[in-house]
């Protein structure tokens, strides 16, 4: 393809854009700070079980109050899981300031490359409603005409619908916008939405396009 064949790309979340800084010390020293002693292996076994509950439940935390209950119950998997008798209400804050996203190497630049070249750009993730507070915290959430979340289109990749709500957001046609990723949901839910598709990285994925 060429740049002029698109008016728009989307972008995939998690594993495209941002990556987990690994939270095991931070949540040790969290705990430890509240009394509990704990080791490496556990908050390790906490945090598995949590992702294993987030992933499908993701996009239930679709406003203000439903978000707060996901946070709530992933909280208290993590402690049920890490061992730790601490009530879930009392850690919910300490467990998401844990939560750390980094940039994943490249991804940003490149799509300010693709802003400055006239594109709209939008994010669609299996994530919940909180994916804009973690874009804001690293400081680039204004680089992006929309972020769409699962959460907001009431179904998870690789259903079309929140590839079609951001093309609704874009106001652009299906045919005209392109989305990376890097898990078999993200090609398979955007061609059901009648959009092209390239794999991530998104550092290389534009590099023989004119």
């Not at 931070?26 to 002693?37: A, K």
Request: aromatic share 8%; with cysteine.
């Amino acid at each position: 393809m060429r740049f002029a064949d698109l008016d728009a790309v989307t972008v995939d979340g998690y594993g495209t854009l941002v990556r987990l800084r690994d939270p095991a010390s931070l949540f040790l020293g969290q705990l430890e700070r509240r009394g509990v002693e704990s080791t490496l292996e556990a908050v390790e076994a906490g945090f598995a079980a949590e992702v294993a509950y987030y992933r499908p439940n993701a996009l239930h935390g679709r406003d203000p109050e439903s978000l707060a209950a996901l946070r709530l119950e992933c909280t208290r998997i993590f402690l049920e899981g890490a061992g730790a008798g601490l009530e879930p209400e009392s850690f919910v804050d300490a467990f998401m300031g844990s939560i750390v996203m980094e940039p994943i190497e490249g991804a940003f630049e490149v799509v300010r490359a693709l802003r400055a070249r006239g594109l709209e750009v939008a994010v669609v993730s299996n994530w919940d409603i909180g994916l804009t507070e973690q874009l804001e915290r690293l400081g680039v959430a204004s680089l992006f005409t929309a972020i769409v979340t699962t959460a907001e289109a009431g179904a998870a990749k690789p259903e079309p619908a929140v590839f079609r709500l951001a093309l609704e957001k874009l106001g652009v046609d299906a045919k005209r916008a392109l989305h990376v990723g890097d898990e078999p949901g993200d090609e398979d839910g955007a061609g059901a939405a009648g959009m092209h598709f390239a794999p991530a990285p998104l550092a290389t994925a534009f590099e023989a396009w004119s």
